[in-house]
């Protein structure tokens, strides 16, 4: 498979409802596509870098000059067999996960494309259909959250996570808890709190959480097993997990008891195949992470929750909880048991909408092989 070329898109897209995390509110994303053409075909993939390097230190700022100036020539001159190829063409460079991964998967989605088989496939799935949940940021009031998870449960969601900060935690978890006793439920620090409040932590065990995600510093994996050994609810890693080694350590000083993958955060579908693998090595369940995606990444994400270790319901939610007009066809639909059915056919099974893709594009740059 030679690559021919490499285009990188900067779209903006408007979502449906605004997100907040401990770090931030977003109303908008700017969203970075990267499609690679061979032999006739063209493969997709979404870098999910953010507007600002706040969930991690990459942005799209850096991503999109790490792919122009380093990735992409490095693509453009080797000779690849398969989307496995590229992690060690990209190894020189340190650190840009996510850009990576964009790249990465966007070869992986060539791949399936000219082999006619379905990426789970090709990915090494086996499931017909996968569990979803929903993330729910922080609102204006807690009146404004209970409305939201009553629509996202009628939907037939599975799951509901909610963001938690200090001052957004236990008083909102009093009043989710009070109204629906049995739903499954977690939160997500994205590193609000520090080891000084060990003891308003210990009080999360009061509301039958299926796990706190990434409660501690985003760079930070021994003290999480600390915490991990006081309190009850299951510690799930999110931000610390860059790579296999990285579950591998946290998983044997005990420093987790689920992981959550991003195939951005990882670099790439490779690493995040590995991360599956070490997680599977020690009987601990995985999920999949969202970044906000479009269309593109969620369509990489359903087909990576294939995988047999992403046995807890994952942030994999239906295209119209984020946008009006998604740019893919079909959107992805979640079925009213809250489940998304994974087609048979080639590739993602979702096509690219161009003509969406073009409305939405501001910045578009193609580099072609020899002239790398
Ligand atoms: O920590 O999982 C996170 C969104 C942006 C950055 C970090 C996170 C999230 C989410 C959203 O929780 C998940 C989704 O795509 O719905
Ligand atoms: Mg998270």
Request: glycine share 8%.
């Given at each position: 498979?030679?690559i021919?070329s ?36 063209r493969g997709?993939g979404?870098?999910v ?35 496995r ?17 964009g ?36 609102q ?10 009553e ?32 739903i ?5 620090a994205?590193s ?28 930070e994996?021994y003290?999480?097993?600390r ?30 008891r689920?992981?959550n ?28 992470g ?6 593109v ?48 056919a080639?590739?993602t ?12 594009t501001?910045?578009e ?8």
């Amino acid at each position: 498979m030679k690559i021919e070329s490499v285009t990188l898109r900067e779209l903006h897209m408007p979502l449906v409802h605004f997100f907040e995390t401990s770090f931030g509110r977003v109303y908008g994303r700017r969203i970075l596509l990267v499609s690679v053409e061979s032999e006739g075909v063209r493969g997709w993939g979404e870098c999910v870098a953010g507007e600002d390097p706040f969930y991690s230190s990459e942005w799209i700022e850096t991503a999109w000059p790490t792919i122009k100036h380093y990735l992409a020539p490095a693509l453009l001159q080797a000779e690849v067999h398969s989307g496995r190829d590229c992690a060690a063409l990209f190894a020189r460079v340190r650190g840009h996960r996510m850009a990576k991964a964009g790249l990465e998967n966007a070869v992986w989605d060539t791949e399936a494309k000219l082999k006619q088989e379905p990426l789970w496939k090709l990915l090494g799935g086996s499931r017909r259909e996968i569990a979803c949940g929903v993330s729910i940021g922080i609102q204006d009031n807690p009146e404004q959250l209970l409305q939201k998870i009553e629509t996202e449960l009628a939907a037939g969601y599975r799951r509901i996570k909610i963001k938690v900060k200090p001052g957004w935690d236990l008083n909102v978890l009093e009043k989710i808890r009070a109204r629906w006793a049995d739903i499954l439920l977690s939160v997500d620090a994205n590193s609000a709190y520090t080891l000084d409040q060990v003891e308003h932590l210990l009080k999360f065990d009061a509301f039958k959480l299926l796990m706190i995600e990434q409660p501690l510093w985003d760079d930070e994996i021994y003290l999480h097993a600390r915490l991990q050994r006081a309190i009850q609810t299951a510690i799930c890693l999110d931000e610390s997990i860059h790579q296999a080694r990285d579950a591998d350590f946290a998983l044997e000083i005990g420093a987790c008891r689920i992981i959550n993958i991003k195939v951005g955060r990882v670099g790439g579908f490779t690493e995040a195949k590995k991360v599956h693998d070490v997680a599977q090595q020690h009987g601990v369940p995985v999920w999949c992470g969202g970044m906000l995606e479009s269309g593109v990444g969620r369509a990489h994400n359903i087909a990576l929750s294939t995988l047999e270790g992403f046995r807890l319901p994952g942030d994999v939610s239906a295209s119209k909880r984020y946008w009006t007009q998604d740019i893919i066809e079909p959107e992805v639909e979640v079925r009213d048991d809250g489940m998304i059915a994974i087609s048979d056919a080639p590739g993602t099974g979702y096509q690219i909408r161009e003509d969406l893709v073009q409305k939405f594009t501001v910045r578009e740059e193609t580099l072609h092989a020899g002239k790398a």
